[in-house]
């Protein structure tokens, strides 16, 4: 089994410093150069990872300051993906008070993996750590799952099975050049395993002309065309997400329905999961994990200001060693801070509480951190 994940860790994304914020407006708007911005984010970047280190977090990211959101910002770069709009949320689910959607991602052309998208990000980031960098990049199924074959110019792939293989070689380019500039730690950030434990979105996801219970294998099966045969010192953890923008979700439910095939046919080490209120289910699909696999529990939430008790936490823990062994888990907050660049409805102070309280908790149980 390997060293990774940390026994305590997170999943990427931070609360973005005022002076970001600021400035990436101004740049928006053409009162600032691209060049311009990017010293302000590396000035947020550093000092941002300096405080990582100081509260004894050894799990370093960049808090994806550079981004808009999680996944946009990386899949744009690649040659044949188009960004418009936006789209529409699981309507019965918690969704923000200003009726925001995220963008719409669809495929107009070939597929191709045209420019480092990542790399000059990864190298910043490591010159300013004396820990471990890690990356984290939306999953490849990102660019099926939403608009399905109706959002892939049919023109371009009137066969699915190149438009898959496409996706993998580009995102095998991707990780190939991360790993040759010295990246060992690399996440992938996967909302649609998530959204197909939740009825109402299998249901959408039917409608669409789509399977749900053929989509994990579909899933699982391009995943692995992308890490499968990585080299031996690259760790690779999938996060699985219900949606996270401004404190809201989009879905909900167990992860049950998917369970057994995200454990045991998607070949990653680790799987960072949600658990951090009762939409999430309970801790019986973790009876499913091998034995050489790791899960990070997601038992704080990054939703919600009110600081957990690390009683609660290990009572949290002790339930879940009923399903799998205490060995092979380690802890973090269930989700990023700020998976899109408005940030969840919490303080800088929050945030370092909570990451401060995941650093602890491990120590109490693991004896490391």
Known sequence: MKKLPFRADHVGSLLRTEEVKLNRNKWKKGEITAEELRVIEDKGIAETVKKLESIGMKSITDGEFRRDYFHLDFLKELAGVTVTGGIEANPNAKVAEDGFTPPKLSVTGKLQHVKDIQVADFNYLKSVTTQTPKVSIPSPTMVHFRGGRASID?????????????????YRREIDHLYQNGLRYLQ??????????????RQAARERGEDPNELPRTY??????????????????????RGNYRSTWFAEGGYEPVAEILFNQINVDAYFLEY???????????????KEKKVVLGIVSSKVRELEKMDDLRKRIDEAAQYMPLENMCLSP???????HHGNDMTHDDQWKKLELVVNTAIKVWGES
């Open 188 to 201: 992938l950030d996967d909302t649609n395993l998530a959204y197909l434990c939740d009825p109402k979105m």
């Open 334 to 340: 269930q989700c990023g801070f700020s998976s899109t």
């Open 276 to 290: 951090d209120d009762e939409r999430s289910g309970d801790f019986a699909p973790l009876r499913f994990l091998p």
């Open 220 to 241: 699982a099966a391009l995943i692995n065309s992308v890490i499968d045969g990585r080299p031996d010192d690259l760790t690779v953890g999938i996060h699985l997400c």
């Open 154 to 170: 049919i023109n371009s792939y009137p066969d699915m099975d190149q438009f898959f293989h496409d996706l993998s070689v580009a």
